[in-house]
């Protein structure tokens, strides 16, 4: 049974604009069942008018921190984790009211987030978590700081914990996994925001990575590796590694490895952006570091596409950062042109995550997860930052989560 139709819209499927006769959508049981022509609709089906809008699939974030009251990490840690728990609920109901349907965390968020969400208790995108990233002793997810404490001292923080040695990595990588967690994140190259790294240090060893890789492969799933520099994307690619973060200084011969190896790319261009621009105070050190970053991602990105890496779409905010993530949109766009940046945020994003066709789309089978714009962001994406105006209905799993259009008197 059909439980609406959306009509007398223009379709942007995730890949390309649908010819003007594909101006409609039925939906069942949560998914799309068929797009068509509205000369289709039977006189028994509920149809809601879309008024010329157009209707595009939700955005996914690849990159997203649930687990982010901050941008010192260090803050994070200090809450316990009912209360954190509490940050993550107001991002996830944010992100939904933004026109996101589907995050995937990049470190911090857990089941019990997943499970909150799929119960009902909490209202948010689909979401695709990592459980705490992996660091070595010394690395990007390092928080201790310089005191040494003892030999025997660890680290587990909100987002990260600290794991050395193949051995030890497969035993935390099955047991994320027992956990439920949808993929693996590890750190390969050194941080902005962490206290002790060089941003240029390679971190873990190939037999480190590696044992993650053969772990998350055994679970049919995969690893994704922030990574800040040339070498360590190129290590990502080698090693087996499904999606480098970041990806800082990419050069085109590595670009060329990286598309033949078939690894993603997601690009964070606002966070380093908007750190250098002050709007969030950060020490000294992060403020060097972040100094000899410039325009390394927007490069990166350049070279990546000309080489053929598919690339998808991350944001990586943290704390009062939040509420910008459709600004990654707009910066994106400034490098890679409107089209390609959503394509990015939907249909590639996707195929990342293993979703192809279930979300990022607008093809029969894939879930009801849609949003109306007032505008075509095809040709002015920054309509996406505004969405309390622009997005007339937002959709998720075929539940109608927000709708403003005008209601027409039925004639
Ligand atoms: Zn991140």
């Not at 190896?261 to 950060?282: A, D, N």
Request: aromatic share 4%; charged share 20%; net charge negative.
């Amino acid at each position: 049974m059909i439980d609406c139709v959306i009509s007398n819209v223009l379709i942007f499927d995730g890949v390309a604009a649908l010819s003007a006769e594909k101006n409609a959508v039925w939906i069942s049981n949560g998914r799309i069942v068929k797009v068509a022509s509205s000369a289709e609709i039977t006189s028994s089906e509920k149809v809601i008018d879309g008024q010329g809008a157009t209707l595009m699939p939700g955005l996914i974030d690849a990159h997203f921190h649930c687990n982010s009251p901050a941008v010192d990490i260090t803050v994070a840690d200090k809450l316990v984790p009912s209360h954190m728990a509490q940050y993550a609920r107001m991002y996830l109901e944010d992100m939904l009211m933004r026109g996101f349907t589907t995050l995937r965390d990049a470190g911090g968020a857990d089941m019990g987030l997943v499970r909150a969400r799929n119960e009902g208790l909490i209202q948010g995108p689909r979401l695709y978590v990592s459980g705490k990233a992996l660091s070595q002793s010394g690395g990007h997810g390092d928080f201790r700081g310089e005191v040494l404490l003892c030999g025997c001292d660890s680290y587990s923080g909100s987002l990260t914990c600290v794991v050395d040695g193949p051995d030890s990595i497969r035993v935390n990588v099955r047991n994320l996994l027992r956990t439920g967690v949808h993929q693996v994140k590890l750190f390969v190259s050194g941080g902005v925001l962490s206290p002790m790294d060089p941003i240029w240090m390679d971190q873990y060893t190939d037999g480190e990575i590696t044992a993650a890789v053969e772990e998350a492969a055994r679970w049919r799933t995969y690893v994704m590796a922030h990574s800040l520099t040339d070498n360590a994307s190129r290590r990502c690619a080698a090693l087996g590694v499904r999606s480098i973060e970041h990806g800082l200084g990419i050069t085109p011969e590595t670009a060329s490895f990286i598309a033949e190896r078939e690894t993603f790319l997601v690009p964070t261009l606002g966070t380093p952006h908007w750190l250098l621009e002050g709007v969030v105070p950060v020490p000294p050190a992060s403020i060097e570091k972040l100094k000899t970053v410039g325009h390394a991602g927007a490069i990166a990105v350049e070279n990546c596409a000309r080489a053929g890496v598919r690339i998808g779409f991350g944001t990586d905010l943290l704390g009062t950062l939040h509420g910008r993530e459709a600004y990654e949109l707009v910066l994106r766009s400034q490098v890679s042109g409107s089209l390609e940046t959503l394509r990015s945020a939907t249909s590639v994003n996707a195929d990342l995550m293993n979703l192809g066709g279930q979300v990022g789309t607008i093809v029969s089978g894939a879930y009801a997860d849609l949003l109306l714009l007032d505008g075509d962001p095809l040709t002015d994406i920054s309509i996406l930052t505004t969405p309390q105006k622009t997005i007339k209905l937002i959709m998720l799993e075929g539940k109608i989560i927000t709708n403003r259009l005008e209601t027409r008197p039925v004639t």
